[in-house]
């Protein structure tokens, strides 16, 4: 089993639908969580960081279930520039360096 | 944030031929990290480098095949060695933001392609 899993998608939705994103994890011991984006032919970029209270930016709201170990990314009133790559990543810091794990990527086409 | 450069941005290489790829930080960081992602596939870790210490490399992955060099604060190298045609891929440098809660800053990656 992938230590980080997401939905494969892919999601073709039309603009202005609302769309999301699911991601587990395994190992329990992961402290940090991210949402990150990835456009097509170049390097992933963070969107928002993802806390147990849940937060929220503007069209975008992230949850984390600690106790099911559960991420999900939630996207409203999509857009066409919303269209990429959504992945989710998990850091644990079991040395002085950490490692964040990535999972496969979600990806998002907003249609007209 | 951190302003992160790589180069090449992308080439295009022999089979047995060695290709070394070069990333700039514009501030001193104490971990950078580099990734690979194959064509349609996730980010996966290569090994950590850290400066005045041997890299870390994660299993699958071996200091002869992916030497890594990290002379100072803002620099390091990754070389790949020795490249077959399943090298091809995109190789991302990456450090991880001050305080170390684990959110990452990518270079432009370097898009590799071995014939």
């Known amino acids: 089993r992938k230590e980080v899993e997401q939905d494969p998608g892919p999601f073709n939705v039309p603009e202005g639908a609302t769309v999301a994103f699911n991601c587990t994890y395994s190992?329990?011991?992961?402290?940090?969580f991210f949402w990150y984006r990835q456009d097509c032919r170049k390097e992933p970029k963070l969107l928002m960081s993802?806390?147990?209270s849940g937060n929220e930016d503007g069209r975008f709201t992230a949850q984390l279930n600690r106790a099911s170990q559960y991420i999900s990314l939630l996207i409203r009133d999509s857009k066409l520039s919303d269209s990429a790559t959504y992945l989710c990543?998990?850091?644990?810091?079991?040395?002085?360096?950490?490692?964040?794990?990535f999972g496969d990527g979600t990806t998002l086409t907003v249609k007209p | 944030s951190a302003v992160i450069s790589q180069k090449p941005s992308r080439d295009i290489c022999q089979r047995g031929t060695s290709l070394t790829i070069q990333c700039q930080v514009d501030?001193?960081?104490?971990?950078m990290f580099w990734y690979r992602q194959q064509p349609g596939q996730s980010l996966t870790l290569i090994a950590t480098a850290n400066q005045g210490s041997e890299a870390t490399y994660e299993s699958g992955f071996v200091i002869d095949k992916f030497p890594i060099s990290r002379p100072n604060l803002t620099f390091s190298t990754l070389t790949v060695s020795n490249m077959s045609p399943e090298d091809s891929s995109i190789y991302l440098c990456s450090v991880v933001k001050q305080g170390n809660t684990g959110e990452l800053f990518f270079g432009e990656g370097s898009r590799l392609t071995v014939l």
């Open positions: 993802v806390y147990s």
């Open positions: 990543v998990v850091f644990r810091r079991n040395t002085n360096a950490g490692k964040s794990t």
């Open positions: 501030s001193q960081v104490t971990m």
């Open positions: 190992n329990s011991a992961s402290q940090s």
